[in-house]
């Protein structure tokens, strides 16, 4: 069972619509249900400890075919899917890819396949099957598989443990923004927005050097360590002026902004953020701490003073 698990062996759900309808349906599985609320499901077989997630990206809810090329489409909703491994700190093996295509993108299913061709490639990882079906709009489900024998999960932070988190934040919230006022953003956030990159190799590191718990970020910092806060049952504490921003952007855009896929890790003892650089040229920055005290959540400071934290990306937000 995981860490922090209830006694159906879910671990504790976030606050928001989207997760009150999962809380719902798992009511009505029951027992149906196993181990549910992790990035990725830990599947063990006789010598083996598989890591299984899937995730969908949506035309209109997660990109636009006007913002994007059918080849960052592709690319991206790889990327997304495969996050949740590196979140699980699993080596991935393959993906099931179930597309969705409209009359209007049968042409460009091509340009897609090279886009996800190009992150499994990345990731040294292989299509295993899949699925296509004509459909009202462009969606593409994928399921990714891997193993671990070491895996890090949601439930693992314990109070006194130092919060890291991965690369600079805010770069996709200020691509959005310019993307959604019609304009084109600067190349470093378009790209940030476009073609993030899955911390696989990154989070293994970070696994074996201590970490014990992490997500990644997808529906914003704050957001996701809500979630870590929930199955942890602890308290995190966020020093704002702490947290690395891109170039130019807000910290309003790094505490709320979804879509980034860096890790926010809890770790007992300090992580050589030195040595982690030079291994990925990526910046590793402690920027909290896990504190016993009070109810599960996150408390956000900047300077001292307390600040509103922002919520994060809510699909069925009333
Ligand atoms: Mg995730």
Do not use: N
């Not at 181990?35 to 010598?47: E, K, R, T, Y």
């Not at 299984?52 to 960052?72: G, N, Q, Y």
């Not at 099957?129 to 193993?147: A, Y």
């Amino acid at each position: 069972m995981k860490h922090g698990a209830d006694s159906a062996g879910h671990v504790p759900l976030g606050a928001g619509g989207e997760f009150d309808i999962v809380r719902a349906m798992l009511e009505r599985w029951g027992p149906l249900a196993t181990g549910i609320g992790d990035d990725a499901a830990l599947v063990q077989l006789p010598g083996i400890q598989l890591v299984v997630s899937t995730d969908t990206s949506v035309e209109d809810v997660h990109f636009r075919t006007a913002w994007l090329t059918h080849r960052e489409i592709g690319y991206r909703a790889t990327a997304a899917a495969l996050s949740d491994l590196a979140a699980m700190a699993a080596m991935p093996i393959g993906v099931f890819l179930a597309l969705t295509l409209p009359g209007a993108d049968v042409a460009q299913a091509g340009e897609i396949a090279d886009g996800v061709g190009e992150c499994l490639a990345a990731a040294d990882a292989r299509v295993l099957g899949g699925d296509v079906s004509r459909g009202g709009s462009l969606s593409l489900t994928l399921t990714v598989m891997g193993t671990t024998s070491h895996p890090l999960t949601r439930g693992g932070a314990r109070p006194g443990d130092r919060l890291y988190v991965t690369g600079r934040l805010g770069g996709p919230a200020a691509a959005l923004r310019e993307f959604q006022a019609g304009r084109v953003p600067a190349p470093v956030f378009r790209d940030r927005f476009c073609h993030p990159v899955p911390r696989l190799k990154e989070s293994r590191w970070l696994a074996d050097h201590g970490a014990r718990a992490a997500i990644d970020i997808s529906d914003g910092l704050v957001a996701d360590a809500r979630h870590l806060a929930a199955a942890s049952r602890a308290m995190l504490h966020v020093s704002g002026e702490k947290i690395p921003l891109c170039d130019s952007v807000s910290l309003e855009d790094a505490l709320a902004g979804g879509e980034e896929y860096e890790l926010l890790l809890a770790c007992p003892d300090a992580l050589d953020a030195a040595a982690f650089e030079r291994e990925f040229d990526l910046a590793l920055t402690e920027i909290g701490d896990v504190s016993g005290e009070g109810e599960p959540g996150v408390e956000v400071t900047v300077d001292g003073r307390r600040v509103e934290s922002p919520a994060g990306y809510d699909h069925f937000e009333e």
